[in-house]
């Protein structure tokens, strides 16, 4: 897919080889403490249809649908990629959101991150592993967007993203294998 740009949308495909993508891949798949995390809807709680794991510095506390997350510590893998975007983005990272998809069951339903805790006007940056899947966006104006995230691609949220936009992965009945997403955020204290 070629590269694709929405305003406050930044689409990277192909940032890490594609080698690089599947070592990496490889070595969160067993390397991260994967959880169930559970979501309050409507006075339910229910299992996220994924595992989870909020990954960050000691206190980037994450708060979400009546959750607190305690951060765990950065596995040295997704420290060194945290290095290299905030060299390339000139931003600071201090939290990830990793998110594993087993098949196509796991899904994310539509959402905005727009927690108070991360500021106003957030860079949000999503580097997708392992199986291609479809995210969508929705525009607040009008319009629905699709992008295929593929292994070693880069999103970038930022500037006004989280008003102008919804977003979802959703499920798919295409067989597909496991897929990791990291979105590496900025928790404000
Ligand atoms: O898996 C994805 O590409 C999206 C994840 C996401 O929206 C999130 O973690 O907030
Ligand atoms: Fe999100």
Redesign the pocket.
Known sequence: MRAFSLPCIDHRPGWLPEAVAANLFAQLRVGVPWETHHIRMFGRTLAAPRLSCWIGDPGAVYRYCGNRFEPRPWPPAVARLREALEAELGAGFNSV?A?L?RDGRDA?GW?R?DEPELGDAPLIA?L?LGATRR?LLKAEAGGRHAID?AAGDLLLMHGESQRRYR?A?PRTAKPVGPRI?L?FRRILR
């Open positions: 959101l998110n998809y994310m959402h991150d999503s997708s995210f995230l977003h992965l997403n979105t």
